[in-house]
């Protein structure tokens, strides 16, 4: 037999009436290279005692593969075999090779079948049992060495045995706490094995939040002891040195005077003998009580770092258990701090504490709280730094304070300060790079910091630096992965690197780029799971890649490729899930696909695809809540699901089934931020459900119950907005609730109301951009908010008032995109304000003035769709354009000119509207424009026109596709025909 130190070991339990159905089985396993089978027949030699040689195998097996027939669950050495695996925590895979027509064993029965029977297909179940072996293999590999280590220590003498040392022990630790969902557990005996070789019972302690909380008081106790123990044995030493100096002295003294007091002299000797003996046993307690110090101070750091980290995660954990826990930790830190006020490895220790605290408060959304504990880890090692200026160790803690410190400002909308720290941070880790190129932690610290500024950069619209930025941390981070390559760690960081690059590209418009960077990412993230298959966090990270990448297809416009990848995430998180399907996690990973495909179908107008996609999300998530009712974010899950479901009936014209998804959803919201009022999500969650309900009151003709509910909504986002005016994420969401009731109020013919909630809201967005002037989302709020003022002037004729607002905006959008000229979005919009402002010259009789506005707006779209000739809503932006233009040359007296444009605007909304016939917004477009062409032509090719016009808005008036104005199209357009016609026939005569 081979060598399998790198190949999984299997044993194959069957009843030998099943030879034949097993021998084909053993053969095409035994063809795998990485594969070694075990079956007693072939494995024992014919001298060997049989039961001895079947234990042997199945405690040096990987796995066992238990064949269920009717005399395998029948025989009495089957059952052994079961038993024995199941007392050493064996994975069993049950296959099923015959119908069985009896009871399967306990430990096989709550297991999922691989079905190998004649009305199976035979290579898909062999597929199905290669991927189990190869599931966390490297894990199981483990858990059979160790077993077999474990069975030969219990074996011999273990007291005083100590079999792992160094490095093997701290592997076996580290093994011990990483189990994977779903693996078999450890055995006691394992257990016990670790836990001898380390005679560490703290280790234990920390496997859980509340585990680490004992250990820390009890640590911070010992600790507090052992500084008391180190302080008495100091003075221990100090008293037995000053009994040698007395004992010393009175030595000499009886050597002067031998002749005098000879006994004297014999008893100095022996009091000179005791304080030796004294001073050498108390420098022991000295040096056992400073190494109980040291090692209740290392205790202390780590379990501070370990609840830190499981805060990080902690979902539904209100503020007040927050503080709690944090207080705790922070008194057994500060016990400490005050034995000893000037200890530096302490300060090292309370600063870190610091840090990992005000990351844990910016996860619970209590920014300032974050931002304290932050600047005072900046001050501790600030201090540090001051005393020992080449402490490189407190200057790479102080990069981490400053990064922290970065972020709390820029949340506050303090970018210049935020920038000024990222800055900082990131000279530091260049000079500490300077000092150890080769350090390769440092290398991949200063990508970090170059990513940060390169997001700054982003947001304040400047392309150009967050492009070097973004590129720098790349460059870094392909180097650290071809000094690695094996290094998972590094592959997947050149993979993030790789998504801000695309997103970047996307920005700018340049879709062939952004794909082209995207899909290198993806390609890093399936060499991950091809290398290492049976890795289940590599697959889930694989999933969640795949539903970014249809993120970014959706975006581009690909829908069918985008519905590729959130399907191909959808079987990855699927499979994941029937492996452990009491794995919560990845079951909620199929309820968030699903969710994403039924978007995609709801977008492609596929409502009954969509409705079953979100029901079964919902489903899953209410199953979830089943098996744990407290739990607050499957409350969540739920209360979006419900909002899904409400959307979509609000789309297809269910307003009740809306309605009752809706509230359902709002009751959750309600009780989750009644059970914690101080948390701020929660409560925003509320003010997004009032939206909705709003928005079906609204469409129900409520209006008044629609204004009571985004009226309701505005309230807690003021509310939420008074607790950190410095938010400037809750005083944006602000003035979009008040823009939302601006449109509200607008439709009931309030413009007063109107303006006066339009008018708030822009306000809020220009004090924002005086916070931050290169802040150009702010930027564009107010242009939003301007075009909202503009539009109601327009429609409430006051054109002079419209002009100044759009006028203003145009100055803004233009400003925006000369920043980033790559940015359609910004392109666009300049083209829109310089329609708007065209559409009031033409109404003041400018008609020279508007021409040159929509021309302007029609190169500027032109320019667009040399970037992608195939968009469709630039198509149709176009279209709009040319047929202003028409209208104007028509009333300018320029006939053929008109003819150009209306021909050019009728030949684009043609070919739309035959790629997507059932688009009825491309039909109505249609027929606008072969009723402009009627204007311009002859009297008998206006006779075709209008006819072919009248006939698509027969057929859209009988679907009901026809609203307000439009309703009297088909009469206004008999009327213009049967004028065409009387013209016509004039004509002929």
Aim: net charge negative.
């Amino acid at each position: 037999m081979s060598d399998g130190t790198s190949k999984t070991k299997l044993f194959i339990s069957y009843s030998r009436n099943d030879d034949d159905r097993i021998g084909r089985l053993y053969e095409a396993l035994s063809a795998d290279d990485d594969l070694i089978v075990f079956r007693d027949i072939h494995d024992i030699l014919p001298t060997e005692e049989w039961k001895p040689r079947l234990e042997k195998l199945i405690r040096e097996s990987d796995t066992i593969l238990f064949a269920i027939s009717p005399s395998s669950i029948r025989s009495p050495v089957c059952r052994w075999e079961l038993g024995l695996a199941d007392e050493l925590n064996k994975r069993i895979i049950p296959v099923v090779i015959l119908d069985i027509d009896g009871e399967v064993p306990a430990n096989v029965a709550k297991l999922n079948y691989i079905f190998l029977t004649d009305g199976n297909d035979y290579d898909a179940g062999l597929d199905k049992i290669r991927y189990a072996l190869n599931v966390d293999i490297d894990w199981i590999r483990e858990h059979t060495r160790l077993g077999e280590l474990a069975e030969r220590w219990r074996n011999a003498l273990r007291i005083g045995a100590q079999p792992l040392r160094g490095d093997d022990l701290e592997a076996a630790e580290k093994w011990l706490l990483s189990q994977p969902r779903g693996a078999p557990e450890p055995t006691e005996l394992q257990r016990e094995f670790i836990i001898e070789s380390r005679r560490a019972q703290a280790r234990r302690q920390r496997r859980t939040l509340a585990g680490a909380l004992c250990a820390l008081l009890v640590v911070g106790v010992l600790a507090s002891f052992a500084w008391v123990q180190r302080n008495a044995a100091l003075d221990n030493e100090r008293l037995a040195r000053r009994q040698t100096e007395i004992a010393t002295e009175a030595r000499d003294e009886a050597e002067a005077q031998r002749q005098i007091a000879e006994t004297n002299a014999d008893l100095a000797e022996a009091e000179t003998a005791r304080a030796e003996a004294a001073l050498t046993q108390v420098a022991a307690e000295r040096d056992r009580a400073e190494r109980n110090f040291g090692t209740a101070r290392t205790a202390i750091d780590a379990l501070v770092y370990d609840i830190a980290q499981g805060l990080k995660n902690a979902e539904g954990l209100r503020l007040e258990s927050l503080e709690a826990i944090l207080s705790r930790a922070e008194d057994a830190v500060m016990r400490l701090r005050a034995a000893d006020p000037d200890n530096s490895e302490l300060q090292r220790i309370e600063a870190a504490m610091r840090a990992e605290f005000a990351e844990v408060y910016a996860g619970a959304g209590e920014r300032e709280r974050g931002l304290a504990s932050a600047e005072r880890s900046r001050a501790l090692l600030r201090g540090m730094i001051d005393s020992a200026p080449g402490d490189s160790q407190a200057r790479r803690d102080l990069s981490v304070a400053l990064e922290r410190i970065g972020d709390f400002q820029l949340q506050a909308g303090d970018v210049d300060a935020a920038l000024a720290a990222f800055i900082e941070g990131y000279e530091i880790r260049r000079s500490l790079l300077d000092l150890a190129p080769t350090d390769r932690v440092l290398r991949r610290d200063l990508s970090i910091s170059l990513e940060r500024i390169g997001g700054l950069h982003v947001r304040r619209g400047e392309i150009g630096a967050a492009t070097e930025a973004y590129d720098q941390a790349l460059e870094i981070r392909r180097h650290l992965a071809a000094l690695a390559p094996d290094n998972a760690q590094a592959q997947r960081d050149v993979s993030v690197s790789l998504n801000l690059v695309a997103d970047l590209h996307l920005r700018a418009g340049r879709t062939a780029e952004a794909l082209e960077a995207f899909e290198q990412a993806q390609s890093i993230m399936r060499r991950l799971v091809a290398k290492e298959p049976g890795n289940t966090l590599w697959q889930r990270d694989l999933a969640v890649s795949l539903n970014d990448a249809g993120d970014l297809q959706l975006r581009t416009g690909d829908a069918g490729a985008a519905l590729q990848s959130y399907s191909d995430s959808l079987d990855i998180v699927r499979r994941l899930s029937s492996i452990d399907p009491g794995n919560a996690e990845w079951r909620r990973d199929v309820a968030f696909s699903l969710n994403n495909v039924g978007d995609l179908r709801r977008r492609a107008g596929d409502a009954a695809g969509a409705l079953a996609a979100y029901e079964e999300a919902l489903g899953i998530a209410r199953e979830l809540l089943r098996t744990d009712p407290g739990n607050t974010e499957w409350q969540r899950d739920i209360a979006i699901g419900l909002e899904k479901v409400g959307d979509l009936s609000l789309q297809t014209g269910d307003l009740e089934a809306a309605r009752t998804a809706f509230v359902e959803g709002m009751e959750i919201r309600r009780r989750l931020a009644e059970t914690d009022p101080d948390n701020t999500q929660w409560q925003r969650d509320v003010s997004l459900g009032l939206d909705r309900i709003g928005d079906v009151s609204r469409l129900s003709g409520d209006a008044d119950a629609a204004l009571a509910a985004y009226e309701e909504g505005l309230e807690i986002a003021r509310a939420l907005g008074a607790t950190d005016p410095d938010n400037t994420d809750w005083q944006r969401s602000i003035s979009v609730s008040l823009n939302k009731i601006g449109d509200l109020r607008a439709i009931a013919g309030d413009v007063d109301g109107a303006l006066s909630a339009y008018r708030e809201a822009l306000d809020i967005v220009r004090e924002l951009v005086e916070i931050d002037p290169g802040n150009t989302q702010w930027q564009h709020d107010v242009a939003f908010g301007l075009n909202k003022i503009g539009d109601l002037h327009m429609w409430s004729d006051d054109p002079d008032a419209a002009t100044e607002a759009f006028t203003e905006a145009l100055g803004i959008v233009r400003g925006l995109a000369a920043i980033d000229d790559g940015n359609v979005s910004w392109r666009r919009d300049v083209a829109l304000n310089l329609n708007k402002i065209g559409y009031l010259r033409a109404l003041d009789s400018d008609f020279e003035g508007s021409l040159e506005h929509f021309q302007e707006s029609e190169r500027t779209v032109r320019d667009l769709l040399e970037l992608d000739p195939e968009n469709v809503l630039w198509r149709r932006d176009l279209a709009l354009v040319l047929d202003a233009i028409g209208n104007l040359h028509m009333e300018l007296g320029d006939t053929g000119a008109a003819l150009s444009a209306y021909g050019e605007s009728l030949d684009m909304r043609r070919a739309l509207s035959n790629a997507a016939p059932g688009n009825t917004a491309l039909q109505i477009d249609l027929v606008t424009s072969l009723f402009n062409m009627s204007r311009a032509t002859a009297p008998d090719e206006a006779v075709a026109a209008l006819s072919e016009a009248l006939d698509i808005a027969t057929d859209l008036q009988a679907q009901g596709a026809l609203f307000g104005e439009q309703e009297g199209w088909p009469d206004l357009l008999r009327t213009e025909l049967a004028t065409a016609r009387d013209e016509a026939g004039a004509d002929a005569d």
